[in-house]
Structure formats: C-alpha cells, structure tokens
C-alpha cells in the first residue's frame, strides 16, 4: 500500500535551496560529455539546462526499504525543468573526478537527508533527451543505480515537494495508467527489465 507526505517549508532563516555541508558562495560544476560519454569539460549547473542543453554526466538512484517498498518524490514546484512532476528517489551531478558511488552516497544527503546502503548499478549505459513543456531540454548520460534506505527521508524543500512509499508493482501500474504524471526518465528507465527485476527482486541486482 502507498504511503505519502508533504515535505514542509523551510524553516525561518534557511536559505531556499541551499546544499547542507556546502561551501557557501560555491558554484556547483557539472561534467560535459561527448558523443562517446569522454568529458570534455565542464559547465556551471545553474546555466547548463536550456534549450539547447548540451550532453552532461549525471546519475538516478531508487532507493527500496525493508518492506520492499520504493522511494518517489515529486519534485519542487520551483524546480526549472518537469516541476510538480513524481519521480525516481533522487537524481544527481557527479562532480569532476566524482565517481558514481560517491556522487549517489552526497546527493543522497543533500537531497534526502538519509544515507543509502548496498548502491549497485543496474543500468550502466543509461542516456536520455527530453524537453520539458517549457521547452527546457534534459540531455543526459546517466547510469542507474538501486540502493537500500539507512533511516527515513528528510527532504530538502527546494529539491522535494513530496515523497511516497509504493511498491514497485504500483509504480509499473501507475506508469501504464497515467504517465504524464511521471518524468520521462523514469518512464524510459522502468520500462528496461533490468531495472524492473532489481526493484521487484532485489537479490538480482547484486548478482
């Protein structure tokens, strides 16, 4: 059975969308790929999402429970691409020279505010575009991992609006039933059987 909550405002005197541990004045880099996924240089995150977004580097987690039980959220309303839109647990940059573990184990924090445990890749050449209604593009290479959840969410309001607990069957369920209530990501990500066999029988995605 799914399970929801509303992720509360910022406390007073919290800046919106500010990154716990960060260093203050900090410009958050995302790494530029070219057609054979090779880095070729960086851009700052704030500028690189535009109509025009060139192919970068970044990472999607779903995060499983004890119960077996998945972890959405529905992304911020003052996110600038899809926002209000349910989605995987988190996604992410991985900065330069970060790998994907570590950059699955900080956005962990950062956006949920709880560790993740047993990270494992499940779809390693993962790649999308997509175009937002706002005509903002995602353009991605983006590997895929699964984890397990070390403690409950805390979520950063300017990240997440809401989170849910669902089985992985409901997800599938909802994917067919209303789509557009998803991000396309994910749609393209559950629809690959290897995902689907690693939240329905996690023990696969160790094999």
Request: proline share 10%; hydrophobic share 45%; net charge negative.
């Amino acid at each position: 059975m799914a399970s929801h909550e509303v992720v509360p405002e910022a406390a007073p005197g919290v800046v919106p969308g500010a990154v716990p541990g960060a260093v203050p004045g900090a410009v958050e880099e995302v790494v530029l790929l070219d057609d054979a996924h090779r880095p070729v240089g960086t851009a700052p995150k704030a500028e690189v999402h535009t109509t025009d977004t060139p192919l970068h580097l970044a990472v999607s987690c779903y995060v499983l429970g004890d119960d077996g039980r998945l972890l959405l959220t529905r992304r911020a309303l003052a996110k600038k691409t899809w926002p209000g839109v349910w989605t995987n647990s988190f996604c992410g940059h991985p900065a330069p020279g970060e790998d994907f573990e570590e950059a699955v184990a900080r956005r962990a924090g950062q956006e949920l505010g709880f560790a993740v445990t047993g990270v494992t890749e499940v779809l390693p050449d993962f790649r999308y575009r997509a175009v937002d209604a706002s005509g903002i593009v995602e353009n991605e290479f983006c590997p895929v991992y699964v984890a397990r959840a070390a403690g409950q969410p805390q979520p950063l309001p300017a990240e997440v609006a809401e989170v849910a607990w669902i089985t992985p069957e409901e997800l599938f369920a909802a994917a067919e039933a209303a789509p557009f209530l998803l991000s396309p990501w994910l749609l393209e990500q559950i629809a690959d059987g290897r995902l689907r066999r690693a939240l329905t029988q996690p023990s696969a995605a160790r094999s």
